[in-house]
C-alpha cells in the first residue's frame, strides 16, 4: 500500500479510549529497542515519524495510528526494559491482555524479535499469549543487516524453534537499513486486513 498520509489517532490505556471508526487493525509487539519503531517508518515511508528510542521503556500506551483512514497500525509499548517497576509492569500486563483479548477490529499482530540472537523469554510469553487468543501472527526478525546473507536461513529456524511458532505463523527477516523485508511485511497486512 502506498501510504501518504498517517495521523496518531490517539494514546489509549482503556478499552473506551479506543478508535471506534471500525477500521481493520494490526499490532506492533516486542521487547525495547527491538526495531518497532524503525519497522512502522520503513513502512509508512516516514524517516521519523514513531519515534525511535528517545526514552526506552517510557510509552505505557497503546499508540493507535490512523493509516490513509483504512486501517490502524497499533504501537504496542516494549516490554523487558530493565528499569521499569513491577507496578509499571503489573500495569503493562493488564493493558495489553485487555486489548488482545477484547478488540474486535484485529487482524494480526506483527511481533518483533531481534533477528541475531536466540528469542528471549519474554518473547516467547509473549507469543504464546498470543497463541492462546488464535490471532494471526506474523514473527519478523529486525536487524537482518547486521547477519550475513549464508546465515539467514538459520535465524530463521532459530526463531520458528525458540518460539514454537505454528505452522501458520510467518517469519519475515528485515531490516530498517536496507529495507529487506519490507514488501513481505505489507503483504501480510494487506492479507489479514483485506485492505
Ligand atoms: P522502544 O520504542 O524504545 O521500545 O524501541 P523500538 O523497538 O521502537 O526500537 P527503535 O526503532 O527505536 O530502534 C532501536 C535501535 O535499533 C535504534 O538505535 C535503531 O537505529 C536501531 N535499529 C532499528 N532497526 C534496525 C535495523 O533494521 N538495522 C540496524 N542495524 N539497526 C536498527
Ligand atoms: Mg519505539
Redesign the pocket.
Known amino acids: 500500500m502506498q501510504v501518504n498520509n498517517v495521523n496518531l489517532r490517539i494514546s489509549a490505556v482503556r478499552p473506551d479510549q479506543y478508535p471506534k471508526d471500525g477500521f481493520p487493525e494490526v499490532a506492533f509487539a ?12 520503513v513502512l509508512i515511508n516516514r524517516r521519523n515519524y ?10 505505557q500506551t497503546l499508540n493507535f495510528y490512523d493509516i490513509e483512514s483504512k486501517l490502524f497500525f497499533v ?1 504496542v ?2 516490554y523487558g ?1 530493565a528499569k521499569v517497576s513491577q507496578k509499571e509492569r503489573e500495569k503493562w500486563a493488564r493493558m495489553i491482555e485487555t486489548y488482545f483479548s477484547e478488540r474486535q477490529p484485529l487482524r494480526g499482530v506483527v511481533t ?1 524479535v531481534d533477528a541475531r540472537h536466540e528469542p528471549t523469554k519474554l518473547d516467547k510469553q509473549m507469543v504464546d499469549f498470543l497463541h492462546y487468543y488464535d490471532l494471526p501472527l506474523l514473527v519478523v526478525g ?5 547477519v550475513p546473507k549464508s546465515r539467514r536461513n538459520r535465524c530463521v529456524s532459530q526463531i520458528r524453534k525458540g518460539l514454537a511458532l505454528r505452522q501458520a505463523d510467518q517469519v519475515v527477516l ?5 529495507k529487506t523485508g519490507k514488501d513481505d511485511v505489507w503483504a501480510w497486512i494487506e492479507k489479514q486486513t483485506g485492505v
Open positions: 516486542g521487547r525495547s529497542n527491538v526495531g518497532k519503531s524503525s519497522l512502522t517508518n514513531a519515534r525511535t528510542s528517545s526514552q526506552p521503556g517510557k510509552t504501537d509499548p516494549g526494559y518483533l529486525t536487524k537482518v543487516d547486521k528485515f531490516s530498517a537499513v536496507d
